[in-house]
């Protein structure tokens, strides 16, 4: 197979995961031991993350005319993409997890949601909880008022002299 048809093939591929991906984020991995790049594949894998190592102009190539073609000026030296295609800050956070363990890896910038983030804020976009921790949060503020006044009117309950709520669930 001659080479431009190989490339095309590699574009190609990049192109699907772009057209399916929720984010897309940039990260330079210079100086990680094998070690450390199995380890960080295995726990973005956990998270239905896509990580790999493209050449830079492959990448350029694959994200002309899509919303993640902003970041192709951050596209110099070794650059390795992590694709979410479910949760839009699943790539960053499971990232985030590795930055802080291996110091040779770095955040470049990112695309989250259709907005381009430069490497300081996709820092922070990479600190946001899970979409499934945030919703058991908001659960747990609704829950907790409920509980209060729950309590507060088997106390008043209690007060009168009455059946509490508790007593006349056990019958």
């Known amino acids: 197979m001659p080479k431009v048809e190989e490339k095309q093939v590699v574009v190609n591929e990049i192109a699907e995961k772009v057209g399916k991906a929720a984010s897309m984020v940039l990260v330079s991995a210079r100086g990680l031991t094998v070690a450390q790049d199995t380890e ?48 839009a800050a699943a790539a960053a956070g499971g990232l985030d997890e590795f930055v802080s363990k291996f110091d040779k890896l770095v955040f470049k910038a990112g695309v989250v949601d259709g907005v381009y983030y430069d490497s300081a804020a996709i820092v922070k976009i990479a600190k ?31 007060a009168q002299g009455g059946e509490t709520a508790a007593a006349s669930d056990a019958e």
Do not use: C, Q
């Not at 190592?53 to 192709?72: C, D, S």
């Open 40 to 87: 960080l594949r295995a726990g973005l894998r956990k998270k239905n993350v896509d990580y790999k190592v493209y050449k830079n102009t492959m990448i350029k190539r694959a994200i002309e005319g899509t919303p993640f073609e902003e970041l192709g000026k951050d596209l110099e030296g070794p650059t390795a993409v992590a694709f979410s295609y479910d949760d």
């Open 128 to 158: 946001i909880p899970s979409r499934e921790v945030l919703l058991s949060k908001l659960l747990g503020s609704f829950k907790a008022p409920m509980a209060s006044f729950a309590r507060v009117i088997n106390e008043v309950l209690k």
